[in-house]
């Protein structure tokens, strides 16, 4: 089955599961929706503590953190996952970039770090190439 469209397609047999963390609720919908009609299931949190809160993170395929949450950071929360020996590839957005936050996110083994606002083709660009399926 086709999902998305444009040269960004993809063919799926299931549902990549796409977390996003922003405490910005408008980019968090927007985000969303732009994911789903991409052929991705995005699973939406507002804090890095909801991420952490809700057990089902542990069948994630990909995660998209803004850096400057509310609580924890973005940073800190991949901190964490990395501590926890997570393999999830984690890309970074910001609406600020900072060149120490830019080699923290890397140092991190980020995927991908994203400056908003991000376009629609560089995001699906860069989950794409996180999972292996880059162009």
């Known amino acids: 089955m086709k999902a998305g469209y444009g040269r960004h397609a993809i ?3 299931e549902w990549i599961h796409v977390a996003v963390v ?3 609720d408008g980019f968090l919908r927007a985000i969303e929706r732009l994911l789903r ?3 991705f299931e995005p699973v939406a949190y507002s804090s890095a503590e909801a991420f952490l809160a809700d057990a089902t993170h542990a069948r994630l395929d990909c995660a998209l ?3 400057h949450l509310g609580g924890m950071s973005g940073l800190d929360l991949c901190r964490r996952l990395v501590a926890e020996g997570s393999a999830l590839p984690v890309i970074f957005v910001t609406a600020r970039d900072e060149a120490t936050v830019r080699r923290q996110a890397e ?3 980020c995927s991908a770090f ?3 606002p991000v376009s629609r083709e560089v ?3 860069a989950i794409n190439k996180a999972l292996g399926r880059g162009d």
């Open 11 to 13: 063919l799926r047999a």
């Open 22 to 24: 922003d405490d910005d």
């Open 37 to 39: 009609v991409s052929g």
């Open 65 to 67: 953190f803004d850096i």
């Open 107 to 109: 140092e991190l083994g």
């Open 114 to 116: 994203l400056k908003k």
């Open 123 to 125: 995001l699906i660009n």
